[in-house]
């Protein structure tokens, strides 16, 4: 399998802060870690409390916490806590996933590989979107399927205990055996309406696949994970040793740990990724630094100002949701797989951001308390509301 795009980007060396010990060299840093652990508003219960890191992991029931905070375009730093986790550690990034499986859709644009606004059923060989009244008007095209503005049905994926048998892709879009989802179908008009979609995510993923005759794990690999540097991520299922060895078990609402320590989702490019925040956040720069025109070497610059524009009059752009604080240009994107949650979030052209990754089914709130300090602390514009 060969596509022509432009060298690999190999990870460059930034200053980062590695839990409290400043790299030689780096700038000192206005604000210390500390303060980003503490005085954060979380909700437990129904109530708001002010707590620090620990205890609010503690109240949330939440093993592990790992994040990495974007600013002045570089990772100012990244840590890990609880037990056994460290800045190697992976998690789950469940719906993350959507917005690297976007990049690597989009790399393949560029390569013109694919296009955006063809009907994916003149590439699609291994299975072929069910034609019936929704689509007359407008075919299914990737640039629906990526802004989930196609019509396509299927939220979210349960995934699978190990040991389970796994459906592979064809399976999973017939919704047949041994798939624990239904079918993936139109639903409503493409374009007329956005509809979050898991299943989107699926159609474009057989699209990449049966284009590029490669596996999905292997083809994001080449595309996208290696040429952004991110070493410690892989959409594989099947962990390779020393990845398998860092891999951090997922845990409930009730601290209990998820049997099995995790679940399989071969739906790769809607929940399949492992990642680090650290990995997470190297993309984000790279993807920031093509919007504002910086750098080509990644993703042109108009390719990415394509991905953080919202599609057909929808609140998502090109694998993320696209928002506004106080005029500045937000992109926000929530993981949930069971046991594990996930958050993300670029402000483009303030090179701001943060990855936040956690081993619970609570982690969505105690990443969001991280993202609103940091916000506070490093003087980001107002976020309101965020989104998914």
Partial sequence: MSVALRPPLHRALIGILIAIALVPGAPALAIEPSELESNLT????????????????????????????????????????GASATLETLYQAASLSKFVAAVGAMRLVEAKRLDLD??????????????????????????????MTAGIGVPGFLGYEIGVPVPNLTQILYG??????????????????????????????????????????????????????????????????DLARQAMRGHLTDGSKL????HLFPEHAAAGLWS?????????????????????????????????????????????????????????????NVGYQAYLILLPAEG????????????????????????KLFGWPALGTLAD
């Fill in 42 to 81: 979380i909700t437990v219960d129904g109530v708001a409390k002010t707590l620090n890191l620990e205890a609010g992991m503690e109240a949330l029931k939440i093993p592990s916490v790992s994040f990495a905070l974007i600013d002045g375009d570089r990772i100012e730093f990244a840590s890990a806590y």
């Fill in 352 to 375: 701001k951001g943060m990855v936040v990754m956690t081993n619970s089914d609570n982690g969505a709130i105690l990443a969001e308390a991280l993202i609103r300090r940091a916000a």
């Fill in 276 to 336: 680090t925040p650290t990995d997470l956040a190297n993309l984000l720069l790279l993807i920031g630094r093509s919007w504002r025109g910086e750098s080509q070497l990644f993703l042109r610059p108009e390719t990415a100002r394509q991905m953080l524009t919202p599609q057909n009059d929808s609140p998502y752009g090109l694998g993320a949701a696209i928002g506004e604080a106080e005029g500045a240009l937000a992109v926000m994107k929530r993981g949930q």
């Fill in 176 to 241: 047949a055996p041994p798939a624990n989802s239904p079918p993936v179908t139109v639903i409503a008009e493409p374009g007329s309406v956005y509809r979050y979609s898991g299943g989107s995510y699926e159609v474009a993923e057989a699209l990449m696949v049966d284009t590029m005759q490669t596996s999905f794990p292997d083809l994001m690999s080449e595309i996208v994970l290696k040429p952004a540097g991110m070493a410690r991520s892989t959409f594989a299922q099947e962990l390779p040793a």
């Fill in 259 to 262: 049997p099995g320590g995790y």
């Fill in 118 to 147: 063809a009907d994916v059923n003149t590439k699609l060989t291994s299975w072929k979107v069910p034609s019936n009244g929704f689509d007359q008007a407008h075919p299914v095209t990737l640039r629906g399927l990526l802004s």
